[in-house]
Each structure stands twice: as C-alpha cells, then as structure tokens.
C-alpha cells in the first residue's frame, strides 16, 4: 500500500467474470448514442461526420509528424460553431502544405520547443522532496497544449506566484508558458463505500480496468495507487488473487493476478444492463470522444482535452497523465477508459474534486479535470496483453 489515504478506493467494474449481452460501440448503440448526447451534446445527425473524423485523426496524425519534422507543432480533434468536427494540425516551420482530410495552421512554436519546457518542469517537480523542498500545493497540473501552443499550468484561485516560483526554480521557459485557473484541488479518486467492487485486502475497495493476460497467467489493469504487491484481492467477497506489480507515485500502474478458473471477459459495463466490447487499444487524438465507466458515477463520456499531463496529487507527483472533460467520483480508481470505437484507453487516476464534494459531475463541463493513466505503458511495463474481440 501507499499509505492510509492513498489506498481507500473504490471498484468500478468486476473482472468482468460476470456475462452479460455485450454492446458494441458503434453509431447504431442507443446507449452509447445517449450518453454522448448527454455529456457532449453531440447530436445523432453529427455522429457519423465524427467517426470520419475520428478515423482520419488515427490515419494522418504520424503523416502530419513526419512530413512537417522538427516545425511538427501538435494535432487534435475540434469541434466547430456549427457543431461539425475537423482534424487540425500545427506547424512552426516553413513547410504548411496541405495534409488529406486535414486543417494545417500556422503557430509560433513547435512541439519540440513546447515539450522542452515541459521537461524542465517534470525535472524540478521530480528532485522535489517531501517535507523538506518548496510542495506547490496551489500548482495543480501541467501540460503541453497544441490547441493554445503553450504549456498550460493549471493553478489554484491566487496561487499565480506560486506557479511563476515553479517556472523560475525549473529553469523552463516563461515565454511559452500560460496560467490557467483551476476548480477544485487534483485528488486520488479515493473512498470507503459500498456497491459493486474488488476488495484490498478485505479492507479498501478500487475499480477493474481492463482484463489482460500474462502467458497463462489471467489478470486485470487498475491503478497504482489502489494497492502495493502482494495486497489480496477479492471479487464479491470471494479472493480472487493479489496485486503483482503496482508502482505510484511516478506513475499510477497496477496489475493483479487472478487465479485460473475465474473467466475474463473483453468487455466494459455501460451500466444500462450491457457491455461494449474492446477491440485493440489504439490510441485516440486529443480532442476525441472517451467514455469511462465506474461503480459510483457510472459510465460517463467526455473528450480528451490533453495528453502527457504531470499531476501534482498530495500524495506525490503523477507523469504521463491523460486529461479528460469526463466526470469522475471517488470510487471510480482504476476503472476503464475507451473509446466509441471500442479502443481502450486506460485506467482512472484521480481528479480535480470541489472541497465538500466526492465527485466533479456538478462541475461545468468547460471546468471539469479528470486524469487517467494510458493503457499502453500499463501493457508494456508488465509484459500483458489486452483481452479482445
């Protein structure tokens, strides 16, 4: 375990060992066609104009790297005034030719540039020691945003100089950084209570992200910070297995094994009595439709706002991060992120949770943080593979 405060979470969704009729995510899925138009206010009429966005997002975002090289300045989903959606890349260099089914804009620095600063400040974050260096407590987050083609650091109402103390100590540069305010405070989505869950060590409770396997070996994702190796889990209150690699702060990563005779599915609860199924793990562009789902706010969809975030928790500094719009309570920890496509993403961190408050869904969606940890580096880290269909 991580300490007291770290290790009291919740479970989103049981190792899927439980079957149920699966829904793929596909624009004829009623459910998933709702929850986008609740969350995002994407109407039916623009759903199939998306997808193509989406799929273009996914072929030309390394062609727009390798052709426009070292002026390469990011790329996103956006969606426009009139609803409609379009996949924008960035250049700081000479060369802004066009690029197939894409928008090419001109910006002043390139990723490259964005990404140094970036690095500074994950540099002076990571010599930080508790107790004893300067905590930042008012600095939430930060990250390189190719939308505004800056590096966004997200602080606390009248916590400013104590961003511009971040900046000077890291050495990185003032000149590309931005200052946004922040609502709430970044927090482990961490508490005790009931309803669908996997129990650490018979005590503290978190949520399933994803099943995977390891040779013969079965298991599922969820974060690190939910439990440290060798804590026991249980499924309905029967032991299932125990956490076999986790590691948090740095990262947010955990696997547990289970033993042989519990079945895995590839599936993801929508929590309307049905599963989307998963089918890869491809990662989506920033600016993209991503759904998560969990046992206490259930399965909420938002989109990517930013990639490769560092996260300030009390608890320790989080890198690597992926920013979402969705909503997010505690007791969602370590639950599934995927796509409409059925593309999985990651496993829940935390977010930025109103004093007062167990989750952010009152929040504006404009306002909302939520942060998940990418699947890949999950997979890669322990050697698993993702179970699909």
């Known amino acids: 375990m991580q300490g007291t405060n770290v290790r009291r979470c919740l479970l989103s969704l049981a190792i899927a060992s439980a079957a149920f009729s699966a829904i793929a995510a596909d624009p004829t899925d009623p459910v998933l066609k709702s929850v986008l138009q609740r969350d995002l206010g994407v109407m039916p009429a623009q759903w199939s104009q ?11 975002a390394a062609v727009a790297q390798r052709r426009f090289g070292a002026g390469y300045a990011g790329s996103w989903i956006e969606q426009k005034s009139d609803g409609s ?51 930042y407590g008012g600095v939430h987050s930060w990250y390189v945003d190719p939308k505004s083609n800056s590096v966004v650091i997200a602080v606390a109402p009248g916590a400013t100089d104590e961003a511009v103390d971040l900046v000077a100590a890291s050495g990185a540069d003032a000149g590309v950084v931005r200052f946004v305010e922040s609502v709430g405070e970044p927090r482990l989505t961490a508490t005790i209570r009931g309803g669908i869950e996997y129990t650490i060590n018979n005590q503290y409770l978190c949520s399933v992200g994803f099943s995977v396997t390891r040779g013969a070996t079965k298991g599922f994702v969820t974060a690190g910070h939910c439990g440290s190796a060798g804590a026991t889990v249980r499924v309905g209150g029967a032991v299932v297995g125990s956490f076999a690699q986790s590691n948090f702060p740095g990262t947010d ?32 562009a920033t600016g993209a439709a991503v759904c998560r789902s969990g046992r206490t706010t259930g399965y909420r969809c938002g989109t990517i706002t930013a990639k490769n975030v560092t996260v300030n928790y009390a608890e320790g500094t989080v ?12 007791g969602d920890s370590g639950g599934s992120w995927i796509t409409t496509a059925g593309q ?23 306002q909302r943080v939520t942060f998940f940890e990418r699947l890949t580096p999950i997979l890669s880290q322990y050697g698993l593979t993702l179970l699909t269909q």
């Not at 496993?347 to 404009?366: D, E, F, K, L, W």
């Open 344 to 366: 999985a993403q990651g496993v829940s961190s935390g977010g930025q949770i109103p004093q007062g408050s167990t989750n952010n869904c009152s929040v504006p969606q404009a």
């Open 85 to 135: 959606f379009a996949f924008v890349v960035a250049t700081a260099g000479a060369d802004a030719s066009p690029v197939a089914g894409a928008e090419v804009r001109r910006v002043r620095y390139s990723l490259g540039r964005l990404q140094s600063a970036m690095d500074r400040l994950d540099g002076g974050a990571q010599q930080r020691v508790l107790g004893i260096s300067k905590l």
């Open 319 to 330: 890198r690597g991060l992926t920013r979402s719009n969705a909503c997010i309570g505690g």
């Open 253 to 284: 990563r955990a696997w547990v094994q289970v033993g042989s005779t519990h079945t895995l599915q590839p599936q993801v609860s929508n929590y309307a009595g049905g599963n989307v199924i998963v089918r890869g793990s491809t990662e989506a």
């Open 50 to 60: 998306y997808l193509k966005t989406e799929r273009i997002a996914e072929q030309q």
